[in-house]
């Protein structure tokens, strides 16, 4: 029956060339967006439970903020070698082996949240061992987070990419969205322990999904030095404007607008809501997003996209501003859902520029910079936040992170003409 469906779908997205959810046709781009959607479930689960976990524990703003410093430090210190690695080895068997890893400090969480370590060790002895399992999924990231983004163009032809890059971005963003809201429920209904061991269930179950995807061939000649290698991939994208231009853009939105590492602080503090709210608000962002990269993937932006950016990112800013001074839950829901609306364009523009313009012998370099810019954009973020929180106080520093996101997106729209005049 599976085949039978398989053929169907292969023969109707023939037929309709411009179908949005053509690569779902390919078997492999199937196990690719399912196993890494169940995969990043997990993971954001984690995420969520570490939040409120953290400040539960040392009831510290600063200690939110260390939980981002504990991650990217080894995150940016590997990203550029991660990506010379990442080119020179089989992705798929690379990706696999990042997984396990994680699977293990899944099980050091399980451990370090036991009733044993809680009766024998204090507060901030734990949260030590948080940060420490957490710089080792830093170092994990630095690798698996480029090999998933330079998958997959070699799971799906060139000429459905940009499908591909967009239905990437909705499961993920999906997952994030489920991630979130569930490790709140979880953490009311079974506490943080037994909600790690949901999460390890989720991530054995993305393991085994992708580990159907066959192995893919290396296109990158081994003779290049390290150094050689890696300055290679920091040329192409710093002579590539349009990716230099999104990144930046987007690791100062992300920066100063990284109200999200506060949200623990606002659902216990100031909005009063407990962790079924927490979860909620911290999946209301990824909603946004989730129903930005649906619309765009079916009707995607068919020209000044660069503007479109810079309008987001503006947006983005006065949603954070919004939130920090609202006292409601749902207008605190909606901000969070509306900036996550404003972060999905960028999502798009972002992942389609780099998918269209990396040349195959570089996307793990490519990507490992995009990683340093990007994703680690967020932890940086996250320790901004919880540093201001600690000298402005919670909401005036969340205001000062969208001011600030505002004036990045207006300096950048005079300074970055090629960006803003963007059209792919």
């Known amino acids: 029956m599976a085949s039978i469906i398989s053929a169907y779908l292969k023969m109707l997205f023939k037929r309709f060339d411009k179908n949005p959810y053509a690569p779902l046709a390919v078997k492999e ?17 984690t995420v969520t439970i570490i939040g409120w976990w953290m400040y539960e524990l040392t009831n510290s703003k600063l200690a939110l903020g260390f939980v981002g ?40 969480f399980i451990a370090l949240s036991s009733k044993y370590v809680a009766d024998h060790y204090g507060p901030w002895s734990i949260a030590a061992g948080m940060c420490g399992i957490i710089a080792v999924t830093g170092a994990i990231r630095a690798f698996n987070g480029p090999t998933f983004s330079s998958l997959i163009s070699q799971v799906v032809p060139k000429e459905i990419l940009p499908a591909a890059a967009a239905i990437s971005s909705a499961s993920w963003l999906l997952a994030s969205i489920t991630g979130h809201a569930l490790g709140g429920f979880f953490i009311a209904w079974m506490g943080i322990q037994k909600t790690f061991i949901a999460v390890l269930v989720f991530t054995i179950a993305g393991y085994i999904l992708l580990s159907n995807i066959s192995p893919k061939p290396v296109y990158a000649s081994k003779a290049a030095s390290t150094w050689q290698s890696v300055k290679e991939g920091l040329r192409y994208v710093f002579k590539t404007k349009e990716i230099l231009g999104a990144i930046t853009l987007d690791l100062f939105a992300v920066l100063f607008g990284g109200a999200v590492a506060l949200v623990p602080v606002f659902a216990k503090d100031i ?39 810079f309008f987001a990112v503006f947006g983005f800013g006065a949603c954070i501003i919004l939130f920090a001074i609202s006292k409601n839950f749902w207008l605190s829901f909606t901000a969070l859902l509306i900036s996550g609306c404003m972060d999905g364009i960028s999502v798009i523009v972002r992942s389609t520029i780099l998918q269209l313009k990396v040349p195959d012998e570089l996307r793990g370099r490519v990507m490992s910079v995009n990683s340093m810019f990007i994703n680690s954009s967020n932890e940086l973020g996250q320790f901004e936040s919880g540093v201001a929180a600690k000298l402005m106080g919670t909401v005036p520093s969340v205001i000062f992170g969208g001011c600030m996101t505002i004036a990045v997106a207006v300096i950048t729209w005079f300074k970055a003409p090629s960006l803003r005049k963007m059209n792919y």
Do not use: W
């Open 271 to 309: 909005l009063k809501v407990g962790p079924e709210g927490f979860g909620i608000l911290n999946a209301a962002s990824d909603i946004g997003s989730i129903i930005t990269v649906t619309l765009l993937t079916l009707f995607p932006l068919k020209y000044g996209q660069g503007k479109k950016l």
């Open 69 to 108: 410093l504990s991650e990217i430090i080894p995150a940016l210190s590997l990203a550029l070698y991660a990506g010379h690695y990442i080119d020179l080895h089989e992705k798929r068997r690379l990706l696999l082996r990042g997984l396990l890893m994680y699977i293990g400090c899944i099980l050091c």
């Open 29 to 45: 781009f199937r196990y690719f967006v399912c196993g890494r959607a169940v995969f990043m479930m997990g993971i954001r689960m």
